[in-house]
């Protein structure tokens, strides 16, 4: 007779619900009774939103495409020198934040930035003597978000690469092609589907991006939920321009499956131990170095090393009790929201082992929806949750005829964490499923067998076995909270600030050089995931 596990099951069931709760809150709020705003902002400004977001995506896309795919290549199919430390440095521009390099390129390139003021020097010229991109723009916020969004397409690029067989390049190379026709007829195929997982990638995080085209004045759906909700201060009409938000991204995910929908690729990975690279020479070299060192320095090496000078600059004047108490602030927040994550992931991933139905992999799934759901557009489903959470406990004070205790969830930090914890369940889920699966079936029938609960089996058999991949989805969670800028705008409580908050506010008013110290911390943070990654890529192959 199968054992139950109702414990476990009402335990996934109660926290998935908990999960799913502020996006089934985005769209009730939306179908709620339309007002005269969202008709008057339809008929004005909404066009302008959505030709800016799909210009932008659209942008953001191509040039992701074309600035990843060939760097991969570069480094899974060619010997270059110093290829050692290109695999791991051109994933580095992803620890940087978009609205950082946003901040650093805007400080450079406009018209009182070092690179103007150099060109005029040079050739004399004065103002309106010459013409000069504006930074500020839809193309200039492409850009930066591409350097940033590029190792998406890149690292899962590059795996595809090196898992194809060496049998087919050996073929291509007994019929004569060149690198560039095997790169265009073999590699570039067979990788499509990682290529389109990439890109849907690229695309969400485009959509959901605040901080970047906010400090450039270029609308999109994104600042249009931020301007609604604060400059109007109407909540459903935030909600349903969210609601359309999450329309898009679904239709982005859908297609991005059904486009491969009949792909099916069976080839074993490398079965040689021969070296089978092409060895580049002469002019071919110096290029693909320009070009993947390049890439690096513009997207990577010289914006931080900006932000150091200015931290060691102005250091004094960086290093105040403000900066400590939003460093600590930061720090509880994240802390908070990577215990409470690691608890759901171990949760649901529990019960998925314990009882392998399909209930227990929905329960799974949908506690991972919050990761496809852009930040400001999560706040939006999160204030809807928490303010029901408080008048409910507010109402029921009053039928007791006790003292009503407040906002006790949207006036404090549980909002927030509760919005780390939505959106970045998904990481630690994914992380402890894949240690958990590592874990043979034989260990828990032997456990079974010798009298161990349930919990004791967790406690004493999985939880050891898997506490690299339990500390790795809580780091994982902690640095994705430590970065999170658009929750952290619209929910944070009066008078609380994280380091990515104050980093975008110094910003703003224009003071980039206080807001550095903050902000090489932030990409100091960020570059752990990113070695937990690479190294991870390099063990598996």
């Known amino acids: ?37 969202f008709s008057h902002l339809l008929a004005t400004v909404m066009p302008t939103y959505i030709l800016n977001t799909v210009k932008l995506v659209a942008g953001v896309l191509v040039l ?43 400080d450079w390139f406009d018209f009182a930035g070092p690179i103007q ?3 005029r020097d040079v050739f004399s010229w004065q103002a309106g003597d010459y013409w000069f991109p504006d930074i500020r723009t839809v ?21 595809a690469f090196m898992e194809q067989n060496v049998s087919l390049l050996q073929s291509a190379r007994l019929l004569k092609c060149s690198p560039l026709a095997s790169f265009w007829r073999i590699s570039l195929p067979l990788a499509r589907p990682s290529i389109a997982v990439g890109l849907s990638l690229v695309a969400m995080e485009a959509i959901g991006d605040f901080g970047t085209v906010s400090y450039f004045a270029v609308s999109t759906l994104t600042t249009a939920v931020y301007d609604t909700w604060l400059g109007y201060s109407n909540l459903s009409v935030a909600a349903k321009i969210s609601a359309m938000m999450m329309v898009v991204i ?30 580049l020479t002469g002019w071919k070299k110096w290029l693909a170095l320009l070009w993947c060192w390049g890439l690096v320095s513009i997207a ?26 939003y460093a600590i602030n930061s720090l509880n927040v994240s802390l908070m929201a990577a215990v409470i994550g690691v608890f759901v992931a171990i949760v649901v991933n529990f019960y998925r082992r314990l009882d392998p139905n399909r209930k227990s992999v929905v329960f799974m799934r949908a506690s991972s929806l919050g990761y496809a759901v852009p930040g400001t557009v999560l706040a939006i489903g999160v204030m809807v949750t928490v303010l029901f959470m408080d008048h409910s406990v507010n109402d029921f004070a009053k039928w007791m ?17 509760f919005a780390m914890v939505v959106r970045f369940s998904a990481v630690a889920i994914g992380s402890i499923e894949t240690s958990l699966s590592k874990v043979s079936p034989s260990l828990d029938m032997a456990s079974r067998t010798m009298g161990c609960k349930k919990n004791q089996m967790l406690l004493r058999v999985h939880l ?37 908050t104050y980093v975008y506010n110094f910003a703003s008013d224009e003071h980039l050089e206080l807001a550095a110290m903050p902000a090489v911390l932030l990409v100091l943070v960020g570059l752990l995931p990113l070695i937990i990654v690479n190294r991870s890529l390099e063990q598996n192959h």
């Not at 899974?76 to 992803?94: D, G, I, N, R, T």
């Not at 591409?146 to 190792?151: F, G, I, N």
């Not at 990577?300 to 900066?323: C, R, V």
């Open 1 to 37: 007779m199968k054992e139950k596990n109702d414990v476990w099951k009402a335990s996934s069931g109660v926290l998935t619900l908990l999960l799913v709760l502020p996006i089934l809150a985005i769209f009730y709020t939306a179908l709620g009774e339309s007002s005269d705003l």
């Open 64 to 106: 992701s495409l074309f600035l990843g795919v060939p760097s991969a290549w570069l480094m899974a199919m060619c010997k270059l020198p110093s290829e050692k430390v290109l695999q791991w440095a051109l994933v580095l521009p992803l620890a940087m934040p978009g609205y950082i390099i946003g901040y650093i390129f805007t």
């Open 117 to 119: 003021i150099w060109l």
């Open 139 to 159: 193309g200039g916020a492409t850009v930066v978000l591409s350097l940033v969004l590029y190792p998406y397409v890149y690292l899962l690029c590059r795996a």
């Open 250 to 279: 679904v239709l982005l995910l859908g297609a991005e499956r059904y486009s491969r929908r009949k792909q099916k690729l069976f080839q074993s990975q490398y079965n040689s131990h021969e070296d089978f690279r092409y060895v």
């Open 300 to 325: 990577f090496i010289l914006p931080l090393g900006q932000l150091m000078i200015y931290a060691y600059k102005y250091f004094a004047q960086s290093w105040t009790e403000e900066f400590q108490t």
């Open 401 to 417: 005829d006790w003292q009503r205790p407040g906002l006790i969830f949207s006036g404090s930090m549980f909002a927030l964490v």
């Open 464 to 500: 050891p076995l898997i506490k690299r991949g339990v500390l790795i989805a809580g780091l994982l969670v902690f640095i994705e909270s430590m970065k999170e800028l658009n929750a952290a705008l619209l929910l944070r409580p009066f008078n609380f600030e994280t380091l990515a």
